[in-house]
């Protein structure tokens, strides 16, 4: 069974589900509200969970109701938490998603302890990183933190994928030489190249400006088209979306990363196979509203 570690956010999720945004200055009534479990890194160590590989999860959470909430869900999965901790003087991460009729949503997030991870808490995690396949994270964690996960990792030749979410610019050129496989999304790639991508070309562009930072595998993701991948040795391709109805794209991404992770073999040969078992998942996550309620069990991704 593939062992995978993540390091990343645990946030509460609150939807808010309205018409469209609210006009500056605008009082508007919602359609409803609900709350579920959430963060990119949760998302993501959810999914491979439920891709059907041993995860161990590093994170931290506050000294609160929300810590309870999110740790029953983790319990449920039997995803490996030895090495989700507590901050005492934090809350546990939340984000605000508003959800528009149309499936689209813009997110603000409050990242309390998720912003409390330090480089003694990967430490603290040395050996499951040693005996890991690979490691993820993304961006709702302190990059400190991530660049120590990939030195321990690297040094151990396990696998290292980058999710750079929520798009940040200017990488440290450190971070990326230390990243195999980075899967950004069409606006976190311009973010990162200054390439605006829209279409195959501008992703080979794209692709290749990470190659020439040192990442070996580039992988974007763009949203109900597909993904495109790009490896050094010229090798590419793409992989269409499934088609279906959308009511709420969180956690999609997540799902991807966490199903990619969980089926990709460490010679890259499966890539597109692994890449459409991904956007199957994913799929699945998009018909329903709320991140980790919708993330899919290994049985109903059926191809
Ligand atoms: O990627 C989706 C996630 O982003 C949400 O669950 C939210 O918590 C934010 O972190």
Redesign the pocket.
């Known amino acids: 069974m593939k062992k995978i570690v993540v390091l990343g956010?645990i946030?509460?999720?609150t939807i808010l589900n309205i018409a469209r945004l609210p006009l500056p200055g605008e009082t508007m009534a919602m359609h409803d509200q609900s709350i579920?479990?959430?963060?990119?890194g949760?998302?993501q160590a959810i999914a491979a969970v439920r891709a059907g590989a041993q995860t161990s999860f590093i994170a931290k959470v506050g000294k609160d109701h929300a810590a309870d909430f999110m740790i029953d869900t983790f319990k449920h999965d039997q995803l490996d938490i030895k090495h989700v901790t507590e901050d005492e003087n934090s809350g546990t991460?939340?984000?605000y998603?508003l959800l528009d009729d149309n499936g689209q949503n813009s997110?603000l997030?409050y990242g309390g302890a998720n912003q409390t991870i330090t480089i003694e808490d990967i430490h603290n995690a040395e050996e499951t990183i040693k005996e890991a396949d690979c490691v993820i994270t993304e961006f709702?964690t302190p990059v400190a933190a991530t660049i120590e996960l990939f030195k321990i990792a690297k040094k151990n030749s396990v696998m290292t994928i980058l999710n750079p979410?929520?798009a940040k610019k200017d990488l440290p050129d450190e971070l990326l030489k230390l990243t195999d496989i980075i899967i950004p999304n069409e606006t976190e790639a311009e973010s990162i190249t200054g390439i605006k991508v829209t279409d195959e070309n501008s992703m080979r562009r794209a692709a290749n400006v990470l190659h020439d930072s040192g990442v070996d595998t580039v992988l974007i993701t763009v949203g109900d088209k597909g993904s495109f991948y790009s490896l050094r040795t010229g090798v590419e391709g793409f992989v269409k979306a499934f088609k279906v109805n959308a009511i709420d794209t969180?956690?999609?991404?997540?799902t991807f990363i966490g199903y990619l992770a969980a089926n990709l073999d460490s010679d890259l040969k499966n890539i597109e196979s692994a890449m459409n078992i991904a956007s199957k998942a994913s799929s699945i996550t998009v018909q329903e509203q709320g991140?980790?309620n919708s993330i899919p069990y290994e049985k109903q991704v059926n191809l």
């Open positions: 956010s946030n509460v999720d579920a479990g959430g963060g990119k949760a998302n991460g939340k984000a998603i997110i997030i709702e979410a929520p969180t956690a999609a991404g997540d991140a980790q």
